[in-house]
C-alpha cells in the first residue's frame, strides 16, 4: 500500500502530475463485527500483525471499500444502521481532471464511504458527494492495494507482459495505445463483416420467397376482369359486419311491432271496406295492397 502498509516490490513511479501522499488516518464504524476503529499510520513503513481472528481483515475489507470497491452482503455489523469508512489522506497535487472534483483549497484529501443494511452505498470525495466510479478512480491515484496471494499474478504471462511494458518507458506506452487502438478498429470491421453477411443472406432469402410467389401469380395467370371480381369480393367481406346490420335494421323494420308490414294491413282493409261506397277509393286500395305485397317481399 503506497504511504501506508508496504509489501512486495516498490511500485513503479507515478506520473510527473502527480506527487507522493500518504494514508494518514483510516476510521472505520459498524463494519463486519467491528463496532468502532480508528488507525493513525506514521510517516514511513507500517507494519500491522496480529493472529487469525484479530481483525486484519476487515482493515483490508474497509480499504477495499474505500477505494470503491464492490461491497458484500453482510457487511454492516448485526443491529447497526449503516457502517462508515472514511480515509484522510496528507495534502496532494492531484492530475488535473481528477482536482476539478476536489473543493478548492481543501487542506486534506477525505475518501468515504457509507454502507447500508439493504446494499445501498454512497461515496464522499471531501465531503461531497460522489459517485462510486469517482471515488474508484481517485482511489487508484491515492492507493496501491495488494492481497494476500497477489504474488501469483508473477507466474501469469499478461502479467508479465504488463511489468515488461510499463518497464520499457512512454515510447512502449504510445505504441500500445496505437495498437489497441488498430485491434479495436480491426474487431469492429470484422463485426460489420458479419453484419453485411446475415443482410445479404436475409436478401437471398427475400428474393426466393418473392421468386415463388411471383410463379405462383404467374401459374395462375388472372386476368383483369378476374382481379376486379376478387378486389369486389375483398371489399365485400371486409364489409361483411356492415351489411349484416343492415339487413337486420332493414328486416326488422318491416316486421317488429308496428312495422310497415302491420302499418300497411290496416289501411288495405279500410279502403277496400270504403271502395263499396266510393269507387274511387279501389285504386287507391289497390295500391296499398301492392305495397304491402311488395313490403312482405322484402
Known sequence: MQGGVSAGTPVPSP???????????????????LEGAELRLAPGLNVITGETGAGKTMLAQALDLLLGGRARSGSVRPKAAEAYVEGVFSP????????????????????????????????????????????????????AFYGQHEHRKLTIAAAQLELLDGHCGPEQSALRTELAAAHERVKELERRVVELRELA?????????????????????????????????????????QLRAAAAAAAESL????????????????????????????????????????????
Open 201 to 241: 443472406g436475409a436478401r437471398e432469402r427475400e428474393l426466393d420467397l418473392l421468386g415463388f410467389e411471383l410463379a405462383e401469380v404467374e401459374e395462375l395467370d388472372p386476368s383483369a376482369q378476374e382481379e376486379d371480381t376478387l378486389a369486389a369480393e375483398r371489399d365485400r367481406l371486409r364489409a361483411t359486419e
Open 92 to 143: 496532494a497535487v492531484i492530475a488535473p481532471e481528477l482536482a476539478e472534483r476536489l473543493p478548492s483549497g481543501a487542506e486534506e484529501l477525505v475518501l468515504a464511504r457509507r454502507l447500508w443494511p439493504d446494499g445501498r452505498t454512497r461515496a464522499y470525495i471531501c465531503g461531497r458527494a460522489a459517485t462510486v466510479g469517482e471515488l474508484r478512480e481517485l482511489g487508484r491515484e491515492l492507493l
Open 255 to 298: 316486421t317488429a311491432d308496428r312495422g310497415a308490414l302491420e302499418l300497411l294491413a290496416g289501411p288495405v282493409r279500410q279502403l277496400e271496406a270504403a271502395a263499396e261506397h266510393d269507387a274511387a277509393l279501389a285504386p287507391l286500395g289497390a295500391r296499398f295492397s301492392a305495397l304491402a305485397y311488395e313490403a312482405e317481399d322484402l
Open 15 to 33: 506520473p510527473a502530475a502527480i506527487s507522493s501522499r500518504v494514508l494518514e488516518e483510516l476510521r472505520v464504524e459498524n463494519l463486519l463485527l
